[in-house]
């Protein structure tokens, strides 16, 4: 047997996979997208309607509602979680031991499911028994009667906290790991000017460290759009649609409404956003603008 044949024959069974659970699906619902299919009626898909389907979604005031909602959340959770993370990285920065265990421990939110953090905070927002509503409360007594998933704001502010909790922590570690990188002389060449630690900060850490954030945030960017888990345990799309992303609208098109043809077509505007991002993304970590 040849090199290239074994190649092939390792790599097979992956592309297999691959292609069964991956490719197929994805090409079946581009063909979808534009037949009309509606699951209730038929267990295939109709007749072909060319590009009704995309048309009607910029004309559907749910699906309008539905990109509102995720560019809100997009931009409060990638917000957050890059200053919180920048935060952290900045204090653990120096080594230690305490530093060093808590460097250990940022993993640890990242790796929780993310329909269990939407239970958890739902929990945690619980206005009768809720830790974090009763330590609001007690710092501001004002918010006592405001029942938090209730309300249009709020309700997708604290599902963008629910991202926060989880990423933050990840990418303080990013940029722990860039932090270290900078070479020390040029901090020490600053001081020797007089500069302040704003002045390092601004003129020196933050220009250097400028390509990871770049990176950092178009990767979260692109799992923002995908979010979907904590909407569906934290509050459902609720109240009314405040909290409906993108993705929670696919998935109820395709499987309440059970409009399959319309949800494929929705899929792939959602493909063809997060394929752009994908490609700044890809750009930024391996062209000029990456590390």
């Known amino acids: 047997m040849t090199r290239k044949s074994t190649i092939f024959a390792l790599v097979a069974p992956a592309m297999l996979v691959i292609t069964a659970t991956s490719t197929y699906p994805l090409l079946f619902a581009l063909t979808s997208s534009f037949r009309r299919w509606q699951l209730s009626k038929s267990p295939t898909p109709g007749k072909f309607i060319g590009f009704d389907n995309y048309a009607r979604a910029f004309g559907d005031r749910f699906f309008v509602n539905s990109i509102q909602v995720t560019a809100v959340f997009t931009i409060i959770s990638v917000g957050l979680t890059i200053l919180i993370g920048l935060g952290m990285a900045l204090v653990l920065q120096k080594p230690g031991r305490l530093n060093g265990f808590i460097r250990t421990l940022l993993i640890f939110p990242f790796a929780v499911s993310p329909a269990l953090k939407g239970y958890t905070f739902r929990f945690m927002l619980n206005p009768e028994y809720g830790i974090i509503d009763q330590m609001i409360d007690a710092i501001f007594p004002a918010s006592a009667d405001l029942v938090w998933l209730a309300n249009e704001f709020w309700a997708l502010f604290w ?34 000017e007089g500069s302040t630690n704003w002045q390092l900060f601004r003129h020196i850490t933050l220009p250097l460290l400028s390509p990871v954030i770049i990176i950092a945030t178009l990767l979260k960017t692109i799992f923002s759009l995908k979010m979907f888990d904590q909407v569906v345990t934290m509050t459902g799309g609720g109240p009314g649609r405040a909290t409906q992303t993108l993705n929670h609208y696919v998935y ?31 750009r930024a970590l391996y062209g000029k603008g990456g590390i």
């Open 159 to 192: 599902l963008s906290v629910t991202e926060t909790y989880g990423w933050a922590p990840l990418m303080a570690l990013m940029f722990i790991g860039a932090l270290n990188a900078i070479p020390t002389d040029i901090f020490e060449a600053a001081k020797v």
């Open 252 to 282: 109820h098109t395709a499987f309440v409404t059970l409009d399959m043809g319309y949800a494929s077509a929705l899929s792939y505007i959602l493909i063809i956003v997060i394929s752009i991002l994908s490609y700044f993304y890809i």
